[in-house]
């Protein structure tokens, strides 16, 4: 199975200020098709998982921009360039690229 | 949207079944999936199902033991689960493709 690490576990993170999040797959999500198959997550609490992006770089419809998305090959980021309240919660990354999908541990985001 | 239901307490070596109904995008056009959370092991991707229902695909962990179906005509989706261990006590969320969408979880506590 791809194993996705993510780092760190944990972040705390100041309002206004950027955040990001690594994200290590144990193979390139480079798929023959050409898309990167590397979605980011985000759980707030007591909520279900949210999608935020999508192959590698694609917001969400409704997602803020202040979230983005880059990498390629095996190593990710997830980028928030000013952190808001409403960030708080667990971030996941998620390989689609090859069966089993697998998840990262997530990053919990907590306000300084 | 999805909601599922069916989530419960049950016995080690019982079984139960998932459901899923869906709503508001097109359903028999689109790869559907279970995935399961649990705090000792966080996300994992339990199974998928081909739009038409003609190809699915499981995790290790619960092969030969769940069945994924689905019903296009009532825009449902299905876990059948047997063989229930303890480590299968998790929340159990619907999901339409890698992820995009998610149902709000169903939980499943396998314990005598």
């Known amino acids: 199975d791809v194993v996705m690490t993510q780092s760190p576990l944990s972040l705390p993170v100041t309002l206004g200020q950027p955040a990001s999040v690594s994200c290590r797959s144990s193979?390139?999500?480079?798929?023959?098709?050409?898309?990167?198959?590397l979605n980011w997550f985000q759980q707030r609490p007591g909520q279900s998982p949210r999608r935020l992006i999508y192959n590698l770089s694609n917001r969400e419809s409704g997602v803020p921009d202040r979230f983005s998305g880059s990498g390629s090959g095996t190593d990710f980021t997830l980028k928030i360039s000013r952190v808001e309240a409403e960030d708080v919660g667990v971030y996941f990354c998620?390989?689609?690229?090859?069966?089993?999908?697998?998840f990262g541990q997530g990053t919990i985001f907590e306000i300084k | 949207q999805l909601v599922e239901s069916g989530g419960d307490l049950v016995q080690p070596g019982g079984s139960l079944k998932l459901s899923c109904a869906a709503s508001?995008?097109?359903?028999?056009?689109?790869?559907m999936g279970w995935v399961r959370q649990s705090p000792g092991k966080g996300l994992e991707w339990v199974a998928n199902?081909?739009?038409?229902?003609?190809?699915?695909s499981y995790v290790d962990s619960v092969k030969g033991r769940f069945t994924i179906s689905r019903d296009n005509a009532k825009n449902s989706l299905f876990l059948q689960m047997n063989s229930l261990r303890a480590d299968d006590t998790a929340v159990y969320y619907c999901?339409?493709?890698?992820?995009?969408?998610w149902g709000q979880g169903a939980m499943v506590t396998v314990s005598s």
């Open positions: 998620m390989q689609g690229k090859v069966w089993p999908h697998t």
């Open positions: 999901v339409v493709g890698r992820g995009a969408i």
């Open positions: 193979q390139s999500l480079v798929h023959s098709d050409g898309n990167t198959y």
């Open positions: 508001g995008f097109a359903f028999s056009n689109s790869w």
């Open positions: 199902v081909k739009s038409d229902g003609s190809l699915t």
